[in-house]
């Protein structure tokens, strides 16, 4: 083979621009080209013919019959849960085949058929990431291991599963709820008991499904070396592919666990908002026939460039250039870690010797505890280690805002909400909102130790002054109080990111409607500290109170009565938005205009208050 020189490292002086304010924001949590007709979809736009599946269901095995599902690679083996939750339950469901050794950093293929019935009862891995505050640990789920992982290397690259839940009392084809979780792109698992379907799958009467995709470095590169010519490969987008990959098998399969494949509401939190937004844009799911989502329900994201918002915002979404310098940094600092080179002139010196074969096989040949120790350690003090869709004009348009306004997208009818008090979740960030330092006196593990041993129900074991500095004090000081900065955090960080794809939208569609989430009845500090801070409306939207990273200083006896009404309200406006396409729900007390209304969710201790503004 010819060898190829390969320029690695010559960026390494540029800025590498807030490409990546991205993973800063949403820790959690050129023109519109559909590049459409020139992209093979083998393996990924079209699904792969069936194997061969025997004729009658084969005999159980540890779960009663009724547990078992067809899936064009092999039977499923599910739980019963309806005496407990009133639900089904499919955990760990392969959609694609590991994407280790010559995989790592390819579009998903299809999994591996199974001959014999396998258990589907347990969630299946974590995809791999650098341990933080939100999850998860050592067990794919909360508990003390996330304060004790912080920093290390947790999940597997063997993560492509998704879950599936259906009520266990209704036969019929039900609406289909397909969720992609948040955290920056580059944290985040299914196994988070506040996404656990069951509640939302029962009072929304429909099928609900999670998706793992491929987190950080893993799932977003821009990598001269890894490019072969095929626009899928070339794109760097895995991890929006891997969505995809899910879509698609939701949309071959779910009809066996009761699903309508007819009718699919793609929804995303954070990082996740902003993938349900880039998957809607691209052409893999605008151009997709059949239809692979017919509803989009994004929390908290956007989708807009530094170009396309007002002076001073903080973009969603990077430009694919302003990736191009981060391979050459992580594989530079790779061969000084891996004791190859000394320094950054003699790294560059020996991949100079390197064809971009032998570069893809060593990147592909090292671990990903490797991996991502490099991206801790040499990265992320240079501000170059977020994560985000990459608009490379093939599988993400150049610019998605350009796309939706020329009409190139999937239009369907979208739901999309925000947090009153967003920016009450980054504390770190506020000199970026005129503030004088960051917000926050506790460091994450003293968060997560607070939160984890927090008795909501007892007297308050915290004060103001304990987390907030005093430059901040009072809270509600006007201009430079904790409130006052939060409150100009959240408008550039997610407000003005809100706009400007509600405004590309609605110049195409009516159909659009939009939530604010305004509940703040936290025991106190707490109801100052966080409010209605971002990511808060996802207990309620999903109605688990139970045991998650937040719930101890969230819930309380006092202001339990009111929390369940607003959360069983909310969970049936979204099974009323995925049934029809309209959010609108009697249980709501009133009548939810379109944009640019939006309808205020939010509840006393003792009962829901829903009101439009």
Same mark, same amino acid.
């Given at each position: 083979?010819?060898?190829?020189?390969?320029?690695?490292?010559?960026?390494?002086?540029?800025?590498?621009?807030?490409?990546?304010?991205?993973?800063?924001?949403?820790?959690?949590?050129?023109?519109?080209?559909?590049?459409?007709?020139?992209?093979?979809?083998?393996?990924?736009?079209?699904?792969?013919?069936?194997?061969?599946?025997?004729?009658?269901?084969?005999?159980?095995?540890?779960?009663?019959?009724?547990?078992?599902?067809?899936?064009?690679?092999?039977?499923?083996?599910?739980?019963?849960?309806?005496?407990?939750?009133?639900?089904?339950?499919?955990?760990?469901?392969?959609?694609?085949?590991?994407?280790?050794?010559?995989?790592?950093?390819?579009?998903?293929?299809?999994?591996?058929?199974?001959?014999?019935?396998?258990?589907?009862?347990?969630?299946?891995?974590?995809?791999?990431?650098?341990?933080?505050?939100?999850?998860?640990?050592?067990?794919?789920?909360?508990?003390?291991?996330?304060?004790?992982?912080?920093?290390?290397?947790?999940?597997?690259?063997?993560?492509?599963?998704?879950?599936?839940?259906?009520?266990?009392?209704?036969?019929?084809?039900?609406?289909?709820?397909?969720?992609?979780?948040?955290?920056?792109?580059?944290?985040?698992?299914? =196994?988070? #008991?506040?996404?656990? +379907?069951?509640? !939302? %799958?029962?009072?929304?009467? $429909?099928?609900? *499904?999670?998706?793992?995709? &491929?987190?950080?470095?893993?799932?977003?590169?821009?990598?001269?070396?890894?490019?072969?010519?095929?626009?899928?490969?070339?794109?760097?987008?895995?991890?929006?592919?891997?969505?995809?990959?899910?879509?698609?098998?939701?949309?071959?399969?779910?009809?066996?666990?009761?699903?309508?494949?007819?009718?699919?509401?793609?929804?995303?939190?954070?990082?996740?908002?902003?993938?349900?937004?880039?998957?809607?844009?691209?052409?893999?799911?605008?151009?997709?026939?059949?239809?692979?989502?017919?509803? =989009?329900? #994004?929390?908290?994201? +956007?989708?807009? !460039? %530094?170009?396309?918002?007002? $002076?001073?915002? *903080?973009?969603?979404?990077? &430009?694919?250039?302003?990736?191009?310098?981060?391979?050459?940094?992580?594989?530079?600092?790779?061969?000084?870690?891996?004791?190859?080179?000394?320094?950054?002139?003699?790294?560059?010196?020996?991949?100079?010797?390197?064809?971009?074969?032998?570069?893809?096989?060593?990147?592909?040949?090292?671990?990903?505890?490797?991996?991502?120790?490099?991206?801790?350690?040499?990265?992320?003090?240079?501000?170059?280690?977020?994560?985000?869709?990459?608009?490379?004009?093939?599988?993400?348009?150049?610019?998605?805002?350009?796309?939706?306004?020329? +009409?190139?997208?999937?239009?369907?009818?979208?739901?999309?909400?925000?947090?009153?008090?967003?920016?009450?979740?980054?504390?770190?960030?506020?000199?970026?909102?005129?503030?004088?330092?960051?917000?926050?006196?506790?460091?994450?593990?003293?968060?997560?130790?607070?939160?984890?041993?927090?008795?909501?129900?007892?007297?308050?074991?915290?004060?103001?002054?304990?987390?907030?500095?005093?430059?901040?004090?009072?809270?509600?000081?006007?201009?430079?109080?904790?409130?006052?900065?939060?409150?100009?955090?959240?408008?550039?960080?997610?407000?003005?990111?809100?706009?400007?794809?509600?405004?590309?939208?609605?110049?195409?569609?009516?159909?659009?409607?939009?939530?604010?989430?305004?509940?703040?009845?936290?025991?106190?500090?707490?109801?100052?500290?966080?409010?209605?801070?971002?990511?808060?409306?996802?207990?309620?939207?999903?109605?688990?109170?139970?045991?998650?990273?937040?719930?101890?200083?969230?819930?309380?006896?006092?202001?339990?009565?009111?929390?369940?009404?607003?959360?069983?309200?909310?969970?049936?406006?979204?099974?009323?938005?995925?049934?029809?396409?309209?959010?609108?729900?009697?249980?709501?007390?009133?009548?939810?205009?379109?944009?640019?209304?939006?309808?205020?969710?939010?509840?006393?201790?003792?009962?829901?208050?829903?009101?439009?503004?």
């Amino acid at each position: 083979m010819k060898r190829t020189r390969t320029a690695v490292g010559k960026s390494l002086h540029r800025s590498l621009p807030a490409m990546l304010l991205t993973a800063l924001m949403l820790a959690g949590c050129g023109g519109g080209g559909s590049g459409s007709g020139a992209i093979d979809l083998s393996g990924l736009g079209t699904q792969a013919p069936p194997p061969a599946q025997p004729a009658a269901p084969p005999p159980p095995l540890t779960s009663a019959p009724s547990m078992q599902r067809q899936t064009a690679f092999g039977w499923v083996v599910g739980t019963d849960n309806s005496a407990t939750s009133g639900t089904f339950a499919w955990k760990g469901v392969p959609f694609a085949k590991a994407p280790v050794g010559e995989l790592r950093w390819k579009p998903p293929v299809d999994p591996q058929a199974w001959n014999s019935p396998r258990d589907t009862q347990q969630f299946g891995n974590a995809c791999a990431s650098t341990g933080r505050l939100y999850g998860p640990g050592l067990n794919n789920t909360y508990d003390a291991t996330i304060g004790t992982t912080l920093g290390q290397t947790v999940g597997s690259e063997d993560c492509l599963y998704l879950n599936v839940w259906r009520p266990a009392n209704d036969t019929a084809k039900l609406p289909v709820i397909v969720w992609v979780h948040g955290g920056s792109n580059i944290t985040g698992y299914t =196994a988070d #008991p506040v996404y656990d +379907g069951a509640n !939302l %799958a029962r009072t929304a009467n $429909a099928v609900v *499904v999670s998706v793992n995709y &491929r987190l950080g470095m893993f799932g977003f590169m821009n990598a001269s070396s890894l490019k072969n010519g095929d626009p899928l490969n070339d794109s760097g987008n895995f991890a929006i592919l891997d969505i995809v990959k899910g879509l698609q098998f939701v949309q071959a399969n779910i009809d066996s666990f009761g699903g309508d494949p007819g009718n699919v509401t793609l929804m995303g939190q954070s990082a996740g908002a902003v993938n349900v937004y880039a998957a809607m844009t691209s052409p893999l799911v605008a151009n997709a026939k059949p239809a692979l989502i017919h509803r =989009a329900l #994004p929390i908290s994201g +956007g989708i807009s !460039l %530094a170009s396309e918002l007002p $002076a001073g915002s *903080v973009a969603t979404l990077a &430009r694919a250039s302003d990736y191009a310098g981060q391979w050459g940094l992580l594989i530079v600092y790779m061969v000084i870690d891996d004791g190859l080179a000394t320094d950054i002139p003699s790294a560059q010196a020996y991949l100079a010797t390197q064809s971009s074969d032998q570069i893809a096989a060593y990147m592909r040949g090292k671990s990903a505890d490797f991996v991502l120790h490099t991206v801790l350690t040499r990265l992320a003090p240079l501000g170059a280690s977020g994560s985000g869709p990459i608009p490379d004009g093939n599988v993400v348009p150049t610019s998605p805002i350009a796309a939706i306004k020329a +009409g190139k997208y999937a239009k369907v009818p979208v739901l999309i909400g925000n947090a009153r008090d967003e920016g009450k979740l980054f504390p770190t960030l506020f000199p970026l909102a005129g503030g004088t330092g960051s917000a926050r006196l506790l460091g994450d593990s003293q968060v997560f130790s607070t939160a984890f041993n927090y008795q909501p129900d007892a007297a308050p074991q915290s004060t103001l002054a304990q987390w907030i500095p005093s430059a901040y004090l009072p809270v509600a000081t006007p201009g430079t109080g904790f409130d006052a900065v939060a409150s100009r955090l959240t408008q550039l960080f997610f407000g003005a990111s809100r706009d400007s794809v509600a405004g590309a939208l609605a110049s195409q569609q009516s159909n659009l409607w939009a939530y604010s989430f305004d509940w703040d009845e936290e025991p106190a500090p707490f109801d100052s500290i966080y409010g209605a801070a971002h990511a808060f409306d996802l207990p309620f939207a999903f109605g688990n109170f139970g045991p998650s990273l937040y719930a101890n200083i969230m819930f309380s006896k006092a202001n339990e009565q009111g929390r369940l009404a607003l959360s069983d309200s909310m969970m049936r406006s979204i099974g009323a938005f995925a049934l029809k396409g309209d959010p609108n729900d009697t249980s709501l007390g009133v009548a939810w205009p379109r944009w640019p209304a939006t309808l205020s969710f939010d509840a006393t201790p003792a009962g829901k208050a829903i009101s439009v503004r």
